[in-house]
């Protein structure tokens, strides 16, 4: 079931704040429990502040050693922001699909090999690296 517009918005805003505050833990519970939640994490990433930004991470981090099974519903949320203008989220949706996918994944981020800012370069040399040893 897809979250209406508002209610993604809504639980976006109640999930970055939880974030922010440092409250991962409560908001990986939530996303254990409601696969709905996942929807929320491509506008986490993309407007969030760095501290929301580095939540999403611990989160997916998190979840990916509890329920790996439910990668399936972050990946489809994160993969976009490979082509996001903003340098940073390019980074951060690679770092994570390195954490979190596969080596089916690697053709997605070898563009990004050649991106124009080499902090993205190197965080996507990782990135592929980690897919290729945890596969």
Known sequence: MALSKEDLKEFTALLSQDLENGDTDKVVELFKYNKTLYETLGKMLSEGSM??????NMLLEDLNEEKPEDMKFALP??????????ATIR??????????????HIPLLKPLL?????????????AMDNLKEND
């Open 51 to 56: 501290f929301v930004r580095l939540g999403v």
């Open 114 to 126: 050649e991106d124009e800012h080499s902090q993205v370069r190197e965080i996507v040399a990782e």
């Open 91 to 104: 980074g951060d949706a690679a770092d994570i699909i390195g954490m979190i996918g596969n080596t089916e």
């Open 77 to 86: 949320q994160v993969i976009p922001l490979l082509k996001n203008e903003n």
